[in-house]
């Protein structure tokens, strides 16, 4: 089994895949969403992320410049 690499990855994807894989930890109940993910959505500029916590629902955002 391999894993692709290189073809078609924007800094966005990487982003992406790096909000995928951590902090999905909720800080306010401490609960982990393993099944879940960011959310993101871009302005061209920047890059915002909302996570929902499927146990408090606390909402967490972060935005980031490219
Ligand atoms: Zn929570």
Known sequence: MSTKRGSGTTPLDRLK??????????????????DGH???????????????CPSCGASRRRTIRL
């Open 17 to 34: 895949t790096h909000y995928d894989d951590v902090d999905l930890t909720c800080p306010k109940c401490g609960y982990e969403d393993a």
């Open 38 to 52: 960011w959310r993101v959505q871009t302005s061209g500029k920047e890059v915002h992320y909302q996570h929902l």
